[in-house]
Nanobody, 131 residues
Framework: QESLVASGGGSVQTGGSLRLSCVAS????????MIWFRQVPGKEREGIAH???????SYADSVKGRFTISRDDVRKTLYLQMDSLKPEDTAMYYC?????????????????????????FSQGTQVTVSS
């Protein structure tokens, strides 16, 4: 069973930091483009950070300069370091793996994940930023 398990969410004050982790099974990780996206109830999903298997990254403007995506190929883990958090970052955060079939996650036009379809999804981890 292919899987992604996300963790690391929590409650912080404005300006604080959190690091999210996403542990993947082998097939859901190897040679795949992976992303972090977030969703607020009633709003569309937003693909905020994207990383190809070759290390190339891209970000949504809303998080550029504050969030950093990285991956550890030995641990098959995707990370999202979130610094200078703002109340508008409050959302449920998910990781996902790109594939040739699956669901669309809206991303910037220049995102490194080119297919735009995502096959494997983690459960959400809540991030709450208070002012």
């Amino acid at each position: 069973q292919e899987s992604l398990v996300a963790s690391g969410g929590g409650s912080v004050q404005t300006g604080g930091s959190l690091r999210l982790s996403c542990v993947a099974s082998l097939y859901a990780y190897k040679d795949k483009c992976m992303i972090w996206f977030r969703q607020v109830p009633g709003k569309e999903r937003e693909g905020i950070a994207h990383m190809e298997s070759d290390g190339r990254t891209s970000y949504a403007d809303s998080v550029k300069g504050r969030f950093t995506i990285s991956r550890d190929d030995v641990r098959k883990t995707l990370y999202l370091q979130m610094d200078s958090l703002k109340p508008e970052d409050t959302a449920m955060y998910y990781c996902a793996t790109e594939g040739e079939e699956g669901r669309v996650v809206p991303m910037p036009y220049n995102a490194v994940c080119r297919l735009g379809l995502f096959t494997y999804f983690s459960q959400g981890t809540q991030v709450t930023v208070s002012s």
